[in-house]
């Protein structure tokens, strides 16, 4: 978070708020989005990645123990954003029945391509989701998409998903879960702003969650408090 490229954000905070051409902080300070600059910067997209993945270390043993769960019984699993393949990998482990597929920009699962613990399959999920639609809908699109596809290959192909029974795993921080501690609520609501800064996300209440999936048209949820900061939400059908 202290790299120049992710400090200069908050530098343009100001420049942002009084105008109304780019959609980030992030934008007016390097002319575009986060995404292309790690296309563009290798050395930008190894500290970003590593950076992620270090986190994604800690929450994955967190998940395996407390929320085995929900691994139980399936027979695949696309981790959507999976990046370097942290999770995925520790998940492929921990459940050798599960074949796991990565799933993230070209530039980022390329080296990864060949590993023999995960599938690996480079695109773009807003792809055939973004063309005349909101931020909002463009999150819901992405939803529809989740937990549909019987062969995680078709991430690739875009609009071709069928309804395959599955589920959508979330594992998010999910604001007001806990507010016995302030300083939890305080890290999620800076995570909020590390969002709009660099990303145009949001951290979302479960209220906020729950209106996204019905609009993505699924039936039902399930909530479970993870790390202090994290949930995990199942999604279904
Ligand atoms: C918060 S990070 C997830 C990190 C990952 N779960 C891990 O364990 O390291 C979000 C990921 O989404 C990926 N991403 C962003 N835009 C994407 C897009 N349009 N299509 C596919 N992946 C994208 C980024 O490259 C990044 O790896």
């Given at each position: 978070m202290l790299d120049q490229a992710l400090l200069s954000p908050w530098q343009s905070v100001g420049r942002w708020l009084k105008g109304d051409e780019a959609a980030t902080p992030f934008e007016v300070a390097h002319g575009k989005d986060i995404f292309e600059v790690t296309k563009q910067n290798p050395e930008f997209n190894s500290l970003l990645q590593a950076g992620m993945a270090s986190d994604a270390r800690l929450v994955v043993q967190v998940l395996i123990r407390e929320c085995g769960d929900v691994f139980r019984g399936l027979r695949s699993l696309v981790d959507v954003g999976g990046g370097t393949g942290t999770m995925a990998m520790a998940i492929a482990e921990a459940y050798p029945q599960l074949k796991c597929t990565v799933f993230d920009l070209p530039h980022v699962v390329a080296p990864l391509v060949?590993?023999?613990?995960v599938e690996v399959v480079g695109g773009d999920m807003f792809e055939h989701t973004?063309?005349?639609?909101g931020a909002a809908q463009v999150g819901v699109a992405r939803l529809e998409r989740?937990?549909?596809?019987?062969?995680?290959?078709e991430m690739q192909g875009g609009?071709?998903?069928?309804?395959?029974?599955g589920k959508v795993v979330i594992v998010e921080m999910v604001l007001?879960?806990?507010?016995?501690l302030p300083e939890l609520s305080e890290t999620q609501l800076l995570f909020d702003l590390h969002m709009m800064a660099n990303t145009s996300g949001k951290q979302r209440s479960e209220a906020e969650w729950g209106k996204l999936f019905k609009s993505a048209g699924f039936s039902d949820y399930t909530l479970k408090p993870l790390l202090d900061l994290r949930s995990v939400i199942e999604v279904y059908h």
């Open positions: 060949g590993s023999r613990k973004t063309s005349g639609r989740c937990g549909m596809c019987e062969d995680p290959a609009n071709s998903f069928k309804r395959g029974g007001n879960v806990d507010d016995s």
